[in-house]
């Protein structure tokens, strides 16, 4: 009898476990368990806020590129667009005149030209959307327990964890994954689309290394 040919990984699968190794460093930073423990302060949260301002603006740049093409589309939600909550945030968080008093690291600044480059490179610009706004829905939102537990946050200065217009998350996971599965690569694409997922997290932690640097306890 003939063995059935074994199935091609999907590349949302082929995304997580491929970035297993860097998404555990990632998390396990020590910025991040200590900002988790409740070992900081609302100061270190907003620096991290400031970061993700300078990185999801450049992100939603690439996006408006790649809503142009056919693919690349298919990722781009409006319901994801995070800038106008982050400046939300920071205005709380920081004051008004947030934009005037916050500090963007050297890292932060590295990985937002990283994602300037993207240009209209749909497997690149998979790998940072992934990367990014799948852990917002997962693991960010256990972030914002933390913070609302131990640092009495509430709705104001959590509007970045917030998804007004995704009130479940686990269907619109499910539906972005079967967008990236979707997806006509070839083994090249899903290859460099892998490594570029890598590198997200690497970068991710450069930056929370840079606040580690700033906020010790």
């Given at each position: 009898?003939?063995?059935a ?6 590349l ?26 409740g ?13 993700q ?29 995070r ?10 968080l ?79 996971k ?44």
């Amino acid at each position: 009898m003939t063995a059935a040919p074994a199935s091609t990984p999907t590349l949302s699968l082929l995304l997580r476990e491929g970035t297993r190794p860097e998404h555990e460093a990632a998390e396990s930073s020590g910025f991040v368990e200590q900002l988790m423990r409740g070992e900081l302060d609302v100061a270190a949260y907003a620096d991290l806020a400031a970061q993700q301002y300078a990185i999801y603006g450049a992100l939603e740049a690439a996006s408006a590129v790649v809503r142009h093409d056919a693919q690349g589309a298919t990722l781009v939600f409006d319901e994801l667009t995070r800038t106008p909550s982050i400046e939300r945030d920071l205005a709380f968080l920081v004051g008004e005149d947030w934009a005037e008093r916050i500090t963007i690291h050297p890292a932060t600044e590295a990985y937002a030209a990283h994602l300037r480059g993207l240009g209209d490179d749909v497997a690149r610009y998979a790998a940072h959307a992934y990367t990014r706004y799948l852990g917002d829905l997962s693991g960010g939102q256990i972030i914002k327990r933390m913070m609302e537990r131990h640092y009495g946050l509430s709705v104001d200065g959590l509007a970045f964890y917030t998804f007004d217009e995704i009130p479940k998350a686990k269907p619109f996971k499910d539906v972005y994954r079967e967008r990236l599965d979707g997806l006509a690569l070839d083994a090249e694409q899903t290859a460099r689309t892998v490594a570029e997922a890598k590198l997200a997290f690497r970068l991710n932690s450069a930056v929370f290394a840079d606040l580690g640097a700033v906020h010790v306890r």
